[in-house]
């Protein structure tokens, strides 16, 4: 029996274009790390969501993709704005308190919440043992490259790491939320304009709260960082996400999540000239197993 499109194994071309994504991703933690001395976290994020919202628009506009048409999904699209805007404001403002490293194996949690919603949720997109042992090896994987965790040394830091983790529930929430409710038969740039414009006025009453402000003009490193975030990252590859999400295993999509943090430590040391740690390599050919355990066939 062929799977139904709601647990649609990965074919070469989701494999190929996920890998592309996670690569983007991964090098969008850079473009982040360039722009924020000169950029503000919750403004760089609501400035890239706004300038992001005027391109997708014209984008629609030019391709006559209909935005307004009555479809039953505004409830959703609102909700899905929300956490859109509730998980960038946790991660910029949780990653004050807790380390990068930290914060990294924490987000990524958001694959295992995606599954076990998965279970319960889609029909057909349930994880046989073999499946979750692959997940498992992923993450091991990512911990080993990142190092694993000590007990939070501080009130300050448990509550960064306790707001990456909601963070991850944000991101595996909004991912259900496509996959289960009427978004996943709208555009994939409609569903992206919903979370933009709704996140564009939150995360900037939270740059306001948090006394954000942007003292010089930005250099021209960070301003092609933010371009690069903004034209790229926001407005391209999060449409060809949310298109994915329709099409195939969301539970299998967020397990090849588990990359981004790799190729974001690829892209620091090709960048940055961060060092790269023996470990990695064995990291990397962890994250590999899983990920072939997990889109195995049944």
Same mark, same amino acid.
Request: glycine share 8%.
């Given at each position: @029996?062929?799977?139904?499109?709601?647990?649609?194994?990965l074919d070469a071309f989701a494999i190929a274009a996920t890998v592309?994504?996670? *690569?983007? $991703?991964?090098?969008?933690?850079?473009?982040?790390?360039?722009?924020?001395?000169?950029?503000?976290?919750?403004? &760089?994020?609501?400035?890239?969501?706004?300038?992001a919202a005027i391109l997708v628009g014209g984008w629609c506009q030019a391709r006559g993709i209909p935005l307004f048409k009555r479809d039953g999904t505004l409830a959703a699209g609102l909700l899905a704005g929300l956490l859109f805007a509730v998980e960038f404001l946790l991660i910029y403002r949780?990653?004050? $308190?807790?380390? !990068?490293?930290?914060?990294?194996?924490?987000?990524?949690?958001?694959?295992?919440?995606?599954?076990?919603?998965?279970?319960?949720?889609i029909p057909g997109d349930r994880f046989h043992v073999? &499946? $979750?042992?692959?997940?498992?090896?992923?993450? *091991?994987? @990512?911990a080993i490259a990142f190092g694993l965790?000590?007990?939070?040394?501080?009130?300050? &830091?448990?509550?960064?790491?306790?707001?990456? *983790?909601?963070a991850a529930l944000a991101w595996a929430a909004t991912t259900l939320l496509i996959k289960v409710t009427p978004l #996943?038969?709208?555009?994939?740039?409609?569903?992206?304009?919903? &979370?933009?414009?709704?996140? !564009?006025?939150?995360?900037?009453i939270g740059a306001l709260l948090f006394g954000e402000h942007i003292d010089a003009m930005p250099s021209a490193v960070a301003l092609g960082a933010f371009a690069y975030q903004t034209v790229w990252v926001v407005s391209v590859t999060f449409v060809v996400w949310f298109a994915l999400i329709v099409r195939y295993s969301a539970a299998r999509l967020?397990?090849?999540?588990f990359l981004t943090p790799l190729c974001g430590v690829a892209a620091g040391h090709f960048v940055l000239s961060e060092p790269l740690t023996p470990p990695f390599a064995i990291a !990397?050919?962890? *994250?590999?197993?899983?990920?072939?355990?997990? #889109?195995r066939p049944r």
């Open positions: @029996m062929p799977a139904s499109p709601s647990s649609r194994p592309g994504l996670c *690569v983007s $991703w991964g090098f969008n933690n850079v473009a982040i790390k360039l722009a924020i001395h000169d950029i503000p976290p919750l403004i &760089q994020s609501s400035a890239r969501s706004l300038i949780g990653l004050v $308190w807790t380390t !990068v490293t930290r914060g990294t194996l924490f987000l990524y949690l958001a694959p295992f919440f995606v599954a076990v919603g998965s279970r319960w949720l073999s &499946q $979750w042992l692959g997940l498992l090896l992923s993450f *091991v994987g @990512m965790p000590t007990p939070a040394v501080s009130t300050h &830091q448990a509550l960064g790491d306790i707001m990456l *983790v909601g #996943n038969r709208i555009s994939p740039e409609k569903t992206l304009l919903y &979370q933009l414009v709704v996140s !564009v006025p939150l995360l900037a967020s397990a090849f999540t !990397v050919a962890l *994250v590999a197993a899983g990920l072939v355990l997990v #889109n």
